[in-house]
């Protein structure tokens, strides 16, 4: 494996260690793109070209996001069709986050999909677990989602919910630790009259 196959597979690693500089070198590289972003006014279609940059693959044409924007990596998110992210919005991204169509993201939302190591004397050493949005889901503003968390399709995120633990589809959720607040019933938006 890479290291960077390493990363993405939550094995554990060492900042400090020799065999992560090929890491280190690709967040010096975003953050360059981060800083050339978040320091300018650019059109929707310039702003989908430095997420291209960032990610490493094309964007959705569709895609609108409202700078500024932080990411410490960049590499490993994927944005799906019609996704809105709003202002000051980070992404923590070595384990991986995955945007799936249509996804609405408010001001301030922090996705995190890193951690370190609970020892106090391994502390440099990190771990990653990703994050997958599903369809339709919309987070508010200033809510953390931490890492290995799965948010099911049609939910709501509150804003400021920190959210540690998957939420199920078609649901609500809300304050810290984030819990189930109510479902929502989606059969009655897809019913045909």
Known sequence: MTIFEKDLAGIPLDSRDPEV??????IKATQRLVAQLNSGVYSEEEVR???SQITGRKVDSNLWL??????DFGRNIR????VFVNSSCTF???????????VFIAPKVNLIT???DINPFNRSTTICKP???????WIGVAATILPSVRIGENSIVGANALVSKDVPPN?????NPARIIKSIDIEKYTQKE
Request: no cysteine; proline share 7%.
């Open 21 to 26: 500089a090929p890491i280190i070198e690709t």
């Open 49 to 51: 070209d430095f997420l």
């Open 66 to 71: 409202i700078p500024p924007f932080y990411t």
């Open 79 to 82: 944005f799906g069709k019609n």
């Open 92 to 102: 923590m991204d070595r384990g991986g986050i995955t945007i799936d169509d249509e």
């Open 114 to 116: 890193i951690n370190h």
């Open 131 to 137: 994050i997958h949005i599903e369809k339709r889901v």
């Open 171 to 175: 649901s609500v959720v809300g304050g």
